[in-house]
């Protein structure tokens, strides 16, 4: 039996592209034209996805509330209506699990709803990065979003700088939804998953190749580059010469392709050192967004915890309360190495582990659990004579990966944990230790 479908619009026109969309994902489809008629459904009825027009007259917030409180939990796409990014930020606070453009491409649709589904089947809903990462009042994260809205209005190129976990694919989708061209397609493209675009000889000439189509599919779209680092030499070079022939094709076939590239790495240095092309790097960074970590706005951490508890409460059908400023200071001190989808994951572990009851210091991870302020003075005083805090962060560290390990009979599963660290980045600090 195919999914269920509850699509909510007031627009003729709305109506008949979503049916297309849940039609693409044989699914069976209810539709109905205002809040109030969709609340009603919501009550009476089983559906996996809701697609609602966030500008409804009688309010398409009201909407999220109502399948949040649906057991089972109805993920909910919202459409964005105008397409500004406060509109986009207000859906995400309301409980939104994606964001649609109005009007949307239709391979768009298909591949965003799609995803929410799949999500929703395996239970990882709301574990990923997703809009979370747009929420928060640090003044870093208002410059994101003022960002967001310039580069929307404009075609220039975007470079999106960010760690792992953030939401740099968030970043540029959001571009792309509120601009010029959200009708058109978005396109994603891995240069490190995509060996073929750094081979393919002819890329702007020949449709042959897979990242060759994957460029023209996104002519009067967006095209998302992810980890631009990773671009071969030839590629640079192939990508560089292809921004300087877009202005003529741009102008012969009434045609354009605007680009959004991420990374995780500083361009300008990884330029200086010869390991990019200068050029390539300044045409793509006519507009750059920097997503700051989460350990450089800790004041955000109660927003995201809360936001995720609710999403949490339910998906999974819990009750949980809001947690107590005691184990929010805890999570703030945290310095979250893999950002807002690690602080995601651990919510969610927390909420499933508490049922109803609220979450205490007792259910933190060990390494959530201890306070630095009471192991003792000799761990914390500065000597005398000063010292050398890095060195000393780099022993100590190391002591303590060592103790864990031992603790784990060499279980580094159970030793990440222990440390408050995801498994990857433990066995990465392990293979650095064994090269140097």
């Known amino acids: 039996m195919g999914n ?3 699509l909510v619009d007031a627009d003729s026109v709305g109506q008949a592209a979503l049916q297309h969309v ?10 109905v034209a205002t809040a109030e008629a969709a609340r009603a459904r ?24 109502t399948a949040q409180a649906c057991q089972p939990w109805t993920p909910v796409v919202a459409m964005a209506g105008q397409g500004t990014v406060a509109e986009v930020v207000a859906a995400f606070r309301a409980g939104a699990s994606e964001f649609l453009p109005r009007p949307c491409h239709h391979d768009l649709a298909v591949a965003i709803v799609g995803r929410v589904l799949q ?20 003044p870093a994260m208002r410059v994101v979003l003022e960002r967001i809205g310039q580069a929307a209005d404009s075609g220039a190129s975007v470079l999106v700088r960010g760690d792992e976990g953030t939401g740099k694919e968030v970043i540029a989708r959001l571009i792309h939804a509120c601009g010029a061209r959200r009708a058109g397609p978005f396109v994603t493209v891995r240069p490190g998953s995509s060996p073929r675009i750094a081979a393919e000889p002819e890329p702007f000439g020949s449709t042959d190749a897979e990242p060759v189509g994957n460029i023209l599919a996104s002519l009067d779209g967006t095209l998302f580059l992810d980890d631009i680092a990773a671009l071969s030499s030839e590629a640079q070079l192939v990508l560089l010469r292809g921004m300087k022939e877009w202005g003529s094709l741009s102008l012969s076939s009434g045609r354009n392709l605007r680009i959004v590239a991420a990374t995780t790495q500083n361009m300008e240095q990884v330029a200086r050192d010869g390991q990019f092309l200068a050029e390539l790097y300044y045409r793509l960074n006519v507009i750059p967004i920097e997503i700051p970590p989460l350990r450089e ?14 999403a949490a409460n339910a998906r999974r059908g819990r009750n949980v309360p809001p947690f107590s ?17 690690q602080l995601g994951i651990a919510v969610d572990r927390l909420v499933a582990a508490a049922k109803d009851r609220a979450v205490t210091i007792n259910d933190l991870p060990a390494s959530l659990r201890t306070d630095v302020s009471k192991l003792g003075p000799s761990l914390v005083d500065l000597p005398p004579n000063g010292l050398d805090l890095r060195l000393l962060l780099a022993q100590l560290e190391s002591r303590l990966i060592e103790q864990a390990l031992q603790r784990t009979g060499g279980n580094k599963n159970r030793a990440a944990e222990l440390l408050g660290m995801n498994r990857t980045t433990l066995v990465e600090k392990l293979r650095r230790r064994s090269v140097a």
């Open 325 to 341: 400023p005691e184990v929010l200071v805890r999570m703030g001190a945290c310095p979250w190495p893999e950002n807002v989808r």
């Open 297 to 310: 706005r800790p004041e955000d951490i109660p927003i995201l915890v809360d936001h995720f508890r609710r």
């Open 4 to 6: 269920r479908f509850l």
């Open 42 to 65: 919501l009550r009476a009825e089983a559906f996996d996805i809701c697609i609602v027009d966030m500008n409804l007259p009688d309010g398409g917030a009201q909407v999220l509330g």
């Open 22 to 31: 849940a039609a693409s994902l044989e699914g069976e489809n209810v539709v």
């Open 119 to 138: 999500e929703r089947a395996s239970s990882t809903l709301g574990k990923k990065t997703s809009g979370a990462c747009l929420l928060g009042e640090h």
